[in-house]
């Protein structure tokens, strides 16, 4: 950086001469001001010229020019210094501020530099907020704008999917079964034999009909049929097993099922 870029920007720096720290005191922290190292420090001031010609401070109320007055003191921690324009012994304009910390002095900012870093802050603060909102947001011809976040991704594969249970058959087509099962019970009706009185009928013993068949000639496709059907509702033979165990169940009754 240029030492011009480094005058005209005085708030970024400080300066601090650690030989000076043991003494300083009201008496000799414009003495530690007016170190030819300090770069917040004007050779054209007055107290350059008092300082010359080994006059007191009084002096300085009776000259018209930049100089430097002790504003505050806090000893031995915190002083302030102020740059003032005199025009007059009544009439000073105040040109800067600075002040010493344990020794390291620092310029105070004005008010309009203050403003500056907060609104600039602000307005950081603002734009990489929407930076950020940005590269969050997502686009497609075929489903318009939408959100992407990096942190539900990161929990989504973090968390364990849950294995979602496949059942054999949907309500629909259990209901699908069971309309067919009763329209073939209907148009198939079984028939029994009585072996003797009192005795309960046999199922699946073929009888001769009026057109000279069998009331079983379509027995094995009905068998095959069920099963299948059975398959497909129960996913397997044994879960129709357990639901003809339970009771209210019959294997006669094709509606239980």
């Not at 870029?5 to 003495?31: A, E, K, Y």
């Not at 107290?47 to 504003?71: P, S």
């Not at 009763?182 to 005795?199: A, H, I, M, S, Y």
């Amino acid at each position: 950086m240029a030492a011009g870029d480094i005058r005209d920007n005085l708030l970024g720096i400080s300066w601090v001469d650690s030989s000076w720290i043991p003494i300083l005191n009201s008496g000799s922290v414009l003495d530690y001001f007016s170190e030819r190292s300090n770069p917040f420090y004007d050779r054209t001031c007055n107290n350059e010229v008092v300082k010359m010609q080994r006059l007191t401070l009084e002096h300085l109320n009776q000259m018209v020019g930049v100089e430097y007055i002790l504003l505050h003191a806090q000893e031995p921690i915190l002083f302030i210094i102020r740059k003032q324009q005199r025009h007059s012994p009544a009439q000073v304009i105040p040109l800067a501020d600075y002040y010493i910390i344990a020794g390291v002095i620092y310029q105070a900012p004005d008010l309009g530099s203050v403003i500056n870093s907060r609104v600039l802050t602000a307005v950081h603060g603002i734009q990489s907020a929407f930076d950020e909102a940005m590269s969050y947001c997502r686009y497609h011809p075929s489903k318009g704008y939408w959100w992407h976040f990096k942190d539900h991704e990161e929990q989504d594969k973090v968390k364990p999917k849950a294995k979602r249970k496949e059942e054999p058959s949907s309500i629909f087509q259990r209901q699908r079964v069971d309309a067919l099962l009763v329209d073939l019970r209907q148009k198939f009706p079984p028939k029994f034999v009585q072996q003797k009185t009192g005795e309960k009928p046999v199922p699946g013993i073929p009888q001769k009909d009026a057109c000279g068949g069998t009331c079983c000639r379509f027995a094995p496709f009905l068998v095959a049929l069920r099963v299948h059907l059975v398959k497909v509702v129960f996913g397997d033979m044994s879960r129709f097993d357990e639901t003809l165990s339970q009771p209210g169940r019959n294997m006669n009754n094709m509606e239980t099922f």
